[in-house]
């Protein structure tokens, strides 16, 4: 039996396998069959308890006392379906995964062997997991280990999958008069069963005109196809324009300047590169302005913090990052020991390189007494596509490498 880890994949020995999540609390396990472009055909492609079988995917209930399961049929699934993707949240409305190791385990359907087990790493506010992919590659089926996170539960995940989240309706309250004879109910239009741990809750006072809902946090649904996207602390941007994932070279521009006229201030931009399990792979700062085989490269050191425009300006050849590099978090330190309540107007933005056209900012609005500072992260999806997130998070650290182990923290 294989024991994976995020981003890993193993050849399926069996026709029909079964995918149980375990964990100590309760969890409701679902499976969603994807196309090539990543999206369910219709919401009849989302198996859960409630609507159990799809065409070469069943959903199987452990009862209470076994995990619940999504059994794969490999050689029944449609040829358009591509990918089973395996999800798993919590029973408990609002249980986040914090303290909670679930613990996913590839089986052959037919005899109950383990082909493989998996445990996401270092979760925390996520309340639903994508946690194994079944999917399709050259004619084979493999199983890849996932592990992303959703902090907005199950209707993140469908969502982002394409399947339609309706809000169910609200109690109607009975006219004030005499009994009457209950006619017949009228058969509602054919849907997908309504999951009351993905449809948003009724509104308790009564409704009021519609209005659009807003898209839930964390979906995923900004992108730069609007052009460029000027982040808060905390959100986040797929790099996604025109439908396709963003794999040329971008640089990632860093600049500050002194709070108090006149006094030079010397800070230094860095990038680490981690790995899928959160393993530190490298560091690309003033000392050493190369890593990953050339795919990321350090403009080089800025000793003052004058003048307009970037300071210091690191280059990422997304189409060039190896695979086992999935998370590069930015940093800014003071060397010479200055907090950040003595910089002004700290930034970071995106451009695309080849037009130079800026692509995503994120201003430092707030600045704490410390000498480093987490200002954004790039995290790739198993999609294979990246998103950016803005940090803003202070640091007691003057050097990038006393910075390796709180931004493993953040990702």
């Not at 919401?43 to 452990?62: A, L």
């Not at 358009?80 to 798993?88: N, P, S």
């Not at 009351?196 to 009564?206: D, G």
Request: aromatic content about 6%; glycine content about 10%; proline content about 9%.
């Amino acid at each position: 039996m294989t024991a994976m880890t995020p981003g890993s994949n193993i050849p399926l020995s069996a026709a029909r396998v079964a995918v149980d999540v375990a964990a100590p609390v309760r969890l409701d396990v679902s499976g969603l069959l994807l196309t090539a472009d990543g999206k369910v055909r219709s919401d009849d492609d989302f198996i859960f308890y409630n609507q159990p079988s799809g065409p070469g995917v069943t959903y199987r209930s452990g009862g209470g006392s076994a995990p619940d399961a999504i059994v794969v049929d490999t050689a029944a699934v449609p040829p358009g379906i591509e990918k089973i993707v395996v999800t798993a949240s919590p029973d408990a409305a609002g249980q986040t995964f914090q303290g909670i190791e679930p613990t996913a385990t590839v089986r052959n359907a037919d005899d109950g062997g383990a082909l493989a087990t998996f445990t996401p790493p270092q979760l925390g506010a996520e309340t639903a997991l994508v946690v194994i992919e079944v999917y399709r590659r050259n004619g084979a089926w493999k199983a890849r280990a996932v592990g992303q996170g959703y902090a907005d539960g199950l209707a993140g995940i469908a969502t982002d999958f394409g399947v339609s989240v309706e809000e169910p309706a609200a109690p109607v309250a009975p006219a004030p008069v005499a009994p009457a004879p209950v006619a017949p109910p009228v058969a509602a239009p054919a849907a997908v069963p309504v999951d009351p741990r993905i449809a948003p809750p009724a509104p308790a006072a009564p409704p009021a005109p519609p209005a659009a809902p807003a898209p839930p946090a964390g979906s995923g649904k900004i992108n730069l196809d609007k052009g460029r996207v000027s982040l808060q602390k905390n959100q986040t941007v797929s790099l996604v324009k025109g439908g396709a994932p963003l794999l040329s070279r971008v640089r990632m521009g860093l600049g500050w300047e002194p709070a108090f006229r006149g006094k030079d201030i010397d800070l230094d931009a860095s990038v680490i590169a981690y790995g899928p399990s959160r393993n530190h792979l490298d560091s690309c700062y003033f000392g050493k302005l190369t890593i990953l085989n050339g795919a990321i490269k350090h403009s080089g050191d800025n000793l003052t913090g004058d003048g307009a425009g970037d300071d210091e300006v690191i280059v990422v050849d997304l189409g060039r990052i190896p695979t086992e590099a999935t998370g590069l978090v930015f940093t800014v330190n003071s060397f010479t020991g200055q907090k950040f309540n003595e910089v002004a107007k700290a930034y970071c933005r995106l451009i695309d390189d080849a037009s130079g056209e800026e692509l995503v900012r994120f201003d430092l609005t707030g600045a704490e007494p410390q000498t480093g500072v987490m200002m954004a992260k790039l995290i790739k999806q198993f999609t294979g596509e990246w998103e950016m997130t803005a940090m803003g998070e202070f640091v007691k650290s003057r050097t990038v490498r006393g910075m390796v182990k709180p931004a493993a923290k953040s990702l």
